[in-house]
């Protein structure tokens, strides 16, 4: 088993930071690639960015620009920068990995429970 286990929510207004970390734990062989979604109220969970074990990144749209994601591998802790956050980034923001946890088994996606943001306007 993965644990993902998310900090950094909270309550900003808009055009402010925050930085959210998550760090995985457990039964960790490989680590393949690390990221955040999102999901607002009503809506399906959505990609923020990924970043894989090699440091490729990936971005929504809604994200390139103001926020960076990154990653110590030593540590199995990704990063997210949120800056100039917007009233339509609140949302819980969830941690993701895909990962392995023995050389035998193919790897999988694991989730965080997830952190609240609230931007308000």
């Known amino acids: 088993q993965v644990q993902l286990v998310e900090s950094g929510g909270g309550l900003v207004q808009a055009g402010e930071s925050l930085r959210l970390s998550c760090v995985a734990s457990g039964s960790i062989f490989a680590i393949i690639s690390m990221g955040w979604f999102r999901q607002a109220p009503g809506k399906q969970r959505e990609l923020v960015a990924t970043i894989t074990n090699r440091g490729d990144t990936n971005y929504a749209d809604s994200a390139k620009g103001r926020f960076t994601i990154s990653r110590d591998n030593a540590k199995n802790t990704v990063y997210l920068q949120m800056n100039s956050l917007k009233p339509e980034d609140t949302a819980v923001y969830y941690c993701?990995?895909?990962?392995?946890?023995?050389?035998?088994?193919?790897?999988?996606?694991?989730w965080g429970r997830g952190t609240q943001v609230t931007v308000s306007s």
């Open positions: 993701n990995t895909e990962a392995k946890t023995n050389i035998l088994v193919r790897a999988r996606q694991w």
